[in-house]
Nanobody, 116 residues
Framework: QVQLVESGGGLVQPGGSLSLSCAASGSIFSIDNMGWYRQAPGKQRELVAA???????YYSESVKGRFTISRDNAKNTAHLQMNSLKPEDTAVYYC??????????WGQGTQVTVSS
């Protein structure tokens, strides 16, 4: 079994910062890809940022320059630093990981609300 546990999120004013963390635990040989998706009310889930085991990092155009994804391979964790937050960043953020020989896993989701 593999579990993804998220932490962070909350309420912040426009222009503020938040940090999300995701820890993968269980029977993990290696992590192929790990990243963050988000889903706003009435919208489809979208990929925000991710990294691959080959060292490739992806950011959606809407967050490029404001969000930074990082990883700690030894701890099987990923972090998403979100700066200059905007109201349109409001969504439930989900951690996702593709675990070698195990499959695709999702975290439970954490709410990020950007509002004055």
């Amino acid at each position: 079994q593999v579990q993804l546990v998220e932490s962070g999120g909350g309420l912040v004013q426009p222009g503020g910062s938040l940090s999300l963390s995701c820890a993968a635990s269980g029977s993990i040989f290696s992590i192929d890809n790990m990243g963050w998706y988000r889903q706003a009310p009435g919208k489809q889930r979208e990929l925000v940022a991710a990294f691959s085991s080959r060292g490739i990092t992806y950011y959606s155009e809407s967050v490029k320059g404001r969000f930074t994804i990082s990883r700690d391979n030894a701890k099987n964790t990923a972090h998403l630093q979100m700066n200059s937050l905007k109201p349109e960043d409001t969504a439930v953020y989900y951690c996702n990981a593709i675990i070698s020989l195990r499959g695709n896993y999702w975290g439970q989701g954490t709410q990020v609300t950007v509002s004055s």
